[in-house]
């Protein structure tokens, strides 16, 4: 009995020691590590705007209409002009990084939208800052069919599409391929494709 007891003593006293003395090692999510070192600045409304005006048509998608809401994300009407496979497609696109990364709840609000918008073949959701774990399992129970697009898929399409703005892209945050994209980030097919083993987007398949 005495020996147990001061076993037991004697580990309260180690662990009393260590931590006094021991440093505290801070728990950092590498992902969000890797954003607060990015030291890049935010790309700028305008810039954003002009990158997806280039890249849509170059996916084969027809620009029909382009808003802008209150937090300045873009909201837009395209047109897939492919016969059967083709149809209207709604693309929802935020620049902003500041917020963090997009939730399940506003993926899923997306989806619903998409889902009573009458014709819509689709959604494609871009959001530079990325989405969370939770919103790429939030897009198996969506009503409609979303697609994922963040910062490093957009630096691929737009590598891949229009080459010209690449170089333009990756001065800005969160612009990096690979970078934050999330291993579950391929599409559920359509108008983007899926991305193929090396994170590039598979081709658009043009018409004729």
């Given at each position: 009995?005495?020996?147990?007891?001061?076993?037991?003593?004697?580990?309260?006293?180690?662990?009393?020691?260590?931590?006094?003395?021991?440093?505290?090692?801070?728990?950092?999510?590498?992902?969000?590590?890797?954003?607060?070192?990015?030291?890049?600045?935010?790309?700028?409304?305008?810039?954003?705007?002009?990158?997806?005006?280039?890249?849509?048509?170059?996916?084969?998608?027809?620009?029909?209409?382009?808003?802008?809401?209150?937090?300045?994300?873009?909201?837009?009407?395209?047109?897939?002009?492919?016969?059967?496979?083709?149809?209207?497609?709604?693309?929802?696109?935020?620049?902003?990084?500041?917020?963090?990364?997009?939730?399940?709840?506003?993926?899923?609000?997306?989806?619903?939208?998409?889902?009573s918008d009458t014709g819509?073949?689709?959604?494609?959701?871009?959001?530079?800052?990325?989405?969370?774990?939770?919103?790429?399992?939030?897009?198996?129970?969506?009503?409609?069919?979303?697609?994922?697009?963040?910062?490093g898929m957009l630096v691929?399409?737009?590598?891949?599409?229009?080459?010209?703005?690449?170089?333009?892209?990756?001065?800005?945050?969160?612009?990096?391929?690979?970078?934050?994209?999330?291993?579950?980030?391929?599409?559920?097919?359509?108008?983007?494709g899926a991305p193929s083993?090396?994170?590039?987007?598979?081709?658009?398949?043009?018409?004729?």
């Amino acid at each position: 009995m005495i020996v147990v007891v001061a076993a037991l003593f004697l580990g309260l006293v180690l662990i009393a020691i260590l931590a006094r003395f021991a440093h505290n090692v801070p728990r950092i999510d590498a992902r969000a590590a890797r954003q607060t070192t990015d030291q890049r600045s935010p790309i700028p409304p305008a810039e954003f705007e002009r990158t997806l005006r280039a890249l849509l048509p170059a996916l084969g998608l027809e620009v029909l209409s382009m808003t802008t809401d209150d937090s300045g994300t873009l909201e837009m009407t395209c047109r897939d002009p492919r016969p059967v496979t083709g149809g209207r497609i709604l693309v929802r696109a935020s620049h902003r990084t500041a917020g963090g990364q997009v939730d399940a709840a506003e993926v899923l609000s997306f989806a619903e939208s998409v889902r009573s918008d009458t014709g819509a073949l689709k959604g494609i959701d871009i959001a530079v800052a990325g989405f969370t774990d939770e919103a790429y399992a939030a897009r198996g129970a969506a009503p409609s069919t979303i697609e994922l697009i963040d910062g490093g898929m957009l630096v691929d399409l737009v590598r891949e599409y229009a080459p010209e703005r690449v170089q333009l892209l990756e001065r800005y945050r969160s612009m990096s391929t690979g970078g934050l994209r999330h291993s579950r980030a391929a599409g559920a097919g359509g108008a983007l494709g899926a991305p193929s083993d090396d994170g590039a987007a598979a081709a658009l398949d043009h018409p004729g």
